[in-house]
């Protein structure tokens, strides 16, 4: 910015030399010291935006720098619980600590406001609730402030799709190809009990036999494990988790009447 201002000042104090007469002389000069406020003001404009690009740098994630920058963010924010405020009710979830790139990524995302008045838009009974996207402009903006990413999948034998599990979404060609989440949409599993027979009959997954009990006791979708990243539970109020389960919804699973996310909130 010292050549910009340089330029012109140097250029002003020509027309002086060249000049004649002490009015001009001095019009000129009153005209140099304009320029000159001019100027800082332009090089302070600038570098604020310097700064303010420089603070977007160290915190946009994108694929190339998503584990280096949610890494960073769980060194700093510790909180291991969420809540969940919707228009059905409230439930309490704690994260599991062995998922830290998806333990933070929902903690930055409850903390920057992200599901601030979305939705759960699809809901199958017996199945599981998704939320966390909306196609309110809004959103988009929030979106693009944060980054658009996937998050490297942590799937863990030990985190199993149980009634009250909550997961990342995977796209289908990430399905096929290294099953990265998405960095906001989630669904929670209310599932049904399995029966034994079921377990008989899909020997393509291998659970253990405290597994095999909740499947059987306490219920879930285990037809989903080792394709998703589970990365913690529901711990208080599954009796939310039921009633959205059973609303009613169209042909394609959105819900009839909005089920609404007030807010996710992290500590």
Not at 97 to 119: E, Y
Request: overall charge positive; proline content about 2%; glycine content about 6%.
């Amino acid at each position: 910015m010292k050549s910009l201002s340089s330029f012109f000042i140097s250029f002003l104090y020509l027309i002086i030399i060249f000049s004649c007469g002490e009015n001009y002389e001095a019009t000129v000069l009153a005209k140099i010291t304009e320029k000159k406020e001019e100027i800082k003001e332009i090089e302070i404009e600038i570098d604020s935006n310097e700064i303010i690009i420089q603070q977007i740098a160290q915190t946009y994630i994108t694929n190339s720098n998503v584990s280096l920058r949610l890494k960073a963010f769980g060194d700093t924010n510790s909180e291991t619980n969420l809540t969940i405020y919707t228009n059905k009710g409230k439930m309490v979830l704690s994260l599991y600590k062995n998922t830290p790139l998806h333990r933070a990524n929902i903690v930055l995302l409850a903390k920057k406001k992200l599901f601030d008045n979305t939705l759960f838009y699809r809901v199958i009974n017996n199945f599981m609730i998704q939320g966390g996207n909306s196609d309110n402009p809004l959103m988009r903006d929030k979106i693009d402030a944060i980054g658009r990413y996937r998050i490297p999948n942590e799937i863990q034998k030990s985190n199993i799709h149980k009634k009250g599990a909550i997961a990342m979404a995977v796209s289908p060609e990430e399905q096929s190809f290294g099953k990265k989440s998405s960095a906001i949409n989630f669904y929670i599993i209310e599932g049904r009990k399995m029966e034994e027979s079921y377990f008989k009959d899909n020997v393509g997954k291998i659970f253990t036999g405290k597994q095999l009990q909740v499947y059987m006791t306490i219920g879930g979708a285990p037809h989903l494990d080792g394709d998703y990243t589970v990365f913690g539970e529901v711990v208080s109020g599954i009796s939310v988790l039921n009633r959205i389960s059973n609303v009613k919804v169209d042909d394609y699973n959105w819900p009839k009447k909005e089920v609404i996310i007030d807010s996710i909130r992290a500590y």
